[in-house]
């Protein structure tokens, strides 16, 4: 099973500022084969990024991702309001599908 | 519009059973593969189970490998999970997420349902 560690575990920024979130793999994620989501309070999660750095679909382009092998990383270039939420990295190159611990992005 | 609808969950003692369902509307049902998903009060996101969309591939977690079950019937749109043996540390809301690729294998997915949730406690 490959663990995926997210850090850090809480971000404190302010509207306008960068976000970098990192997500590494226990090993290789095959084909880049790595996601992000989003989740806010009372929400289901919301798919941001699929294959490491594809957008989904209604995405803005403030987010994005980049990496591959073991070392994935979310960018948020400038934070909204609305970015305040818990992020998490998921890997579906290999059974079973698993899910970093999440990082919560918190308002400063 | 794409809708999942999960449905089924609910207060049971440990040891019983349960069975999940999720009402998928808004798109081609039989044509991706489905997962169950679920989430511990206040913890992170942990897959339990995946099924391809002509039931020729099915997966569980080590967690729930034995006692769970999954299923579709693509004639209805709907996807199950049957929950035996169940333990209090199965207490979650349990989501229903589909695929993003026709004919696909496991992931991602996008959307997800609300949710419903299973408290196992006596």
């Known amino acids: 099973e490959i663990v995926l560690t997210q850090s850090p575990g809480t971000l404190s920024l302010s509207p306008g500022e960068r976000a970098t979130l990192s997500c590494r793999a226990s090993?290789?994620?095959?084909?880049?084969?790595l996601a992000w989501y989003q989740q806010k309070p009372g929400q289901a999660p919301r798919l941001l990024i699929y294959?490491?750095?594809s957008r989904a679909t209604g995405i803005p382009d403030r987010f994005s991702g980049s990496g591959s092998g073991t070392d994935f990383t979310l960018t948020i270039s400038r934070l909204e309001p609305e970015d305040f939420a818990v992020y998490y990295c998921?890997?579906?190159?290999?059974?079973?599908?698993?899910f970093g611990q999440g990082t919560k992005l918190e308002i400063k | 519009e794409v809708q999942l609808v999960e449905s089924g969950g609910g207060l049971v003692q440990p040891g019983r059973s349960l069975r999940l369902s999720c009402a998928a509307s808004?798109?081609?049902?039989?044509?991706?593969?489905m997962h169950w998903v679920r989430q511990a009060p206040g913890k992170g996101l942990e897959w339990v189970s995946g099924?391809?969309?002509?039931?020729?591939?099915?997966g569980y977690a080590d967690s729930v490998k034995g006692r769970f079950t999954i299923s579709r019937d693509n004639a209805k749109n709907s996807l199950y999970l049957q929950m035996n043996s169940l333990r209090a540390e199965d207490t979650a809301l349990y989501y229903c997420?589909?695929?993003?690729?026709?004919?696909?294998?496991?992931?991602?997915?996008?959307?997800w349902g609300q949710g419903t949730l299973v408290t196992v406690s006596s």
């Open positions: 998921q890997q579906y190159g290999s059974s079973p599908v698993t």
């Open positions: 808004g798109f081609t049902f039989d044509d991706y593969a």
């Open positions: 099924i391809s969309w002509n039931s020729g591939s099915i």
């Open positions: 997420a589909k695929d993003i690729y026709r004919f696909g294998g496991w992931g991602p997915f996008d959307p």
């Open positions: 294959g490491a750095s």
């Open positions: 090993q290789s994620v095959s084909s880049s084969y």
